[in-house]
C-alpha cells in the first residue's frame, strides 16, 4: 500500500515577472519573503519554512526559451506534498518503484530531502520531508547555507533506503553533509 503524504506543502511556479508576482502574494496571501536571490524566491503566509517558490525565467533562461519548451512556459513548475518521515518517503519509494514509476530527480535541499515525479502528462510534484523541525527549516532558508546553495545536492535513494533498513537513524540522513551544488534547476543553466 501506497504511504500517503501528511498535508501539502507548497507549489513552485515560473515567472518573467519575478519582482511583481512576488509583491501580489505579499498583497493577496500576506505572504513574507522568507529567502530570496536573482534567481529565486521563497514566501510564506504561515509556520512552514515555505508555501509558495517563485522561479525567476528572466534569470535562469536568459535567452527567453520559445514558449513551447516547457521549462521555459510561465505557470506552474510542481506542487510539494510532505511524508510524515524519511522511512515513509522512501518506502514509498520502493513501493512506486516496484510498480514501474520513479523519480526523475531526488534532491537533499538542506531544509528538506526530496523525490520529484511527473504524472503520464507531465506534470510534477515533489514528495518531501522536512530535515529539521519546522524552526529550524525557518531557519536554514533564512540562513548562510540556504545563500549558499539554494537548490541543493542530489542522493540516491537505493543507498538511503538500504542504509534505513540497515539501522541507520533517519537523523543521520537528513544532515547535509554535502554542500556543493547541483546542476541548477534540472537542466537549466548556471544562476549566481
Excluded at 510498480?99 to 503520464?120: E, F, M, N, Q, R
Excluded at 515533489?126 to 524552526?135: K, M, N
Excluded at 532558508?141 to 538500504?162: C, H, K, T, Y
Aim: charged share 25%; net charge negative.
Amino acid at each position: 500500500m501506497t504511504r500517503k503524504p501528511i498535508k501539502f506543502a507548497h507549489v513552485v511556479y515560473r515567472t518573467r515577472r519575478f519582482e511583481e508576482v512576488i509583491g501580489w502574494y505579499e498583497t493577496v496571501f500576506g505572504a513574507r519573503v522568507q529567502h530570496e536571490n536573482p534567481a529565486l524566491a521563497f514566501l510564506t503566509y504561515d509556520d512552514e519554512h515555505h508555501r509558495f517558490a517563485f522561479l525567476n525565467l528572466a534569470v535562469v533562461d536568459p535567452n527567453g526559451t520559445p514558449e513551447t519548451d516547457r521549462r521555459g512556459a510561465v505557470g506552474v513548475d510542481h506542487v510539494a506534498y510532505t511524508n510524515a518521515s524519511v522511512r515513509d518517503l522512501l518506502e514509498n519509494y520502493a513501493e512506486l518503484k516496484a510498480k514501474g514509476i520513479a523519480p526523475y530527480w531526488c534532491v537533499h535541499h538542506g531544509l528538506t530531502a526530496s523525490l520529484y515525479y511527473a504524472d503520464p502528462d507531465g506534470n510534477q510534484m515533489e514528495f518531501q520531508v522536512d530535515a529539521f523541525a519546522s524552526d529550524g527549516c525557518n531557519a536554514f532558508i533564512r540562513g548562510e547555507q540556504m545563500s549558499l546553495n539554494p537548490v541543493g545536492v542530489e542522493f540516491d535513494p537505493e543507498d538511503w533506503l538500504a542504509r534505513l533498513r540497515g539501522g541507520a537513524p533517519e537523523s543521520d540522513l537528513l544532515v547535509r553533509k554535502v554542500h556543493e551544488p547541483v546542476s541548477p534547476i534540472r537542466g537549466f543553466a548556471a544562476f549566481t
